[in-house]
């Protein structure tokens, strides 16, 4: 008699990451009394890391966004100090990965600009940014850091436009324009050479930004789909790649769904989902070297709850009963180093980024400085286009701002013209009176 001997196959797959939850910071722990910005654009409107929270707030007269110390919970005073120098709203702000004080921002205004925080936060409003960065044409709606590369910065506004930026001289040096509508998303890859969007003309493209080449485009034949739900709302992606997890967090809900992304089929693996009644505008996540590794914690979002004006950590936790250090959810992940220089990088380098242990390196300093580089105003030409001619105005506002400018130029040229011909006419007296003077005759 043959026995056949089954072998018993559980439904689920063996994963660490299988138990994750999620966990709400208490109360004193979260940021309160924040006037969210109530602006409309598809962004997250936060930017954290080890040292400090940003959020753009609604304000009058411009553009203005709050910095907060992290240790600095609880509720925020009404007149907390703000990063207040847009002449527009700010729709987008990004922390340099290797300074921690220095913040990107890029406005309706048409402008990105580059503030540099001081040590504990702000003790007074600043208006004044390190550098002021003008090359589009319309406003400016994203901006993305190199993730490997130090003083590389990309922004792409509403001219359809990519810029890419050399901080270390204060100029866009590359100009990406193969878009035809609105750039809603900036990606790149682990090393930086290539860069993905997502733009309103229903296309993902795969760009070499140096070249400014698509190397494709549309991608049309997806190895997976998954339906979430039946909303309309916006999905918003966060991917980890030291854990290969995917979170989508949903605006205006308050559900962020995680799979597991593998190589083999079935390619997503669903985990588990995080339900909260209070619905989510934005999400800031902070970098790897700022979570508490003692928790397990793997992830952290910042939420941003508007209608309660409210800032709520969230740790994603993977439950050990162990207090020592995981190093198997832990591996060498991305750093406070840059591996290239800006010249490096333009002149067609590739490196992967300088990797760092979270056990030890998590505590240690950046030693990269950030030194503005000292430039007088003039055109801004890219591919042999100078980006600041003729820049047509947008808004009621920007075109009021250019009638004043224009107004304050029209004055200043009338009175050295003025000031001209008083010396004209001077100087032709004093030819007519050379001319009759005794010496002549």
């Known amino acids: 008699m043959t026995v056949t001997k089954m072998s018993w196959r559980p439904q689920y797959r063996s994963s660490k990451f299988r138990n994750v939850y999620g966990k709400v910071a208490n109360r004193e722990h979260c940021f309160d009394g924040i006037p969210i910005t109530k602006n409309v654009h598809d962004n997250h409107f936060c930017a954290v890391n080890a040292k400090f929270l940003a959020i753009v ?5 411009g553009g203005s966004f709050l910095v907060i110390p992290l240790e600095q919970t ?4 009404p007149n907390y100090p703000k990063v207040c120098g847009h002449q527009g709203n700010v729709l987008d702000i990004k922390w340099n990965p290797f300074i921690e004080n220095i913040i990107a921002s890029c406005s309706e205004d048409t402008s990105v600009r580059i503030w540099e925080i001081p040590e504990g936060g702000l003790k007074r409003n600043m208006t004044e940014a390190v550098l002021e960065l003008f090359g589009h044409s319309r406003r ?15 922004s792409a506004g509403y001219d359809y436009k990519v810029l890419i930026w050399n901080l270390d001289i204060g100029e866009p040096v590359k100009m990406i324009d193969c878009h035809t509508d609105v750039i809603l998303c900036m990606s790149f890859n682990t090393d930086g050479s290539l860069l993905s969007t997502t733009c309103k003309d229903k296309k993902l493209r795969v760009i070499e930004p140096r070249s400014g080449k698509v190397l494709q485009e549309d991608l049309a034949m997806p190895l997976i789909e998954e339906e979430i739900d039946g909303l309309s709302g916006l999905l918003f992606p966060f991917y980890d790649a030291d ?8 605006k205006g809900d308050g559900n962020i769904r995680y799979y597991e992304i593998s190589t083999e089929k079935p390619y997503l693996n669903y985990l588990m989902e995080f339900r909260s009644p209070a619905p989510q ?10 979570l508490d590794v003692s928790a397990c914690e793997v992830f ?7 209608l309660k004006g409210l800032i709520e950590p969230i740790s994603m936790i993977v ?14 992940t991305p750093g406070i180093e840059p591996a290239l220089t800006p010249d490096e990088w333009l002149s067609g380098m590739n490196r992967d980024p300088v990797l760092m242990s979270l056990k030890e390196g998590y505590k240690k300093a950046s030693k990269v400085v950030f030194k503005a580089p000292i430039r007088e105003k003039k055109s801004v030409v890219v591919n042999g286009i100078d980006l600041l001619e003729n820049v047509p105005p947008r808004t009621e506002n920007e075109l009021l701002r250019m ?20 010396r004209i006419r001077q100087l032709q007296l004093e030819l007519k009176n050379l001319r009759n003077s005794p010496k002549n005759n």
């Open 74 to 77: 609880g509720r925020i005073e």
């Open 281 to 290: 505008k934005g999400l800031g996540v902070m970098p790897k070297h700022g």
């Open 243 to 250: 854990t290969h997890m995917l979170y989508l967090a949903g």
């Open 403 to 422: 009638f004043f400018r224009q107004q304050d130029e029209i004055r200043r040229l009338k009175d050295e013209l003025s000031q001209k011909d008083i």
């Open 57 to 61: 707030t609604e304000s009058a007269g």
């Open 140 to 154: 400016v709606g994203l901006v993305e850091w190199h993730p490997t590369t130090n003083n590389i910065l990309f």
């Open 300 to 306: 952290r979002f910042y939420k941003l709850v508007t």
């Open 319 to 332: 439950p050990r009963r162990s207090e020592t250090y995981q190093e198997d959810i832990y591996p060498m």
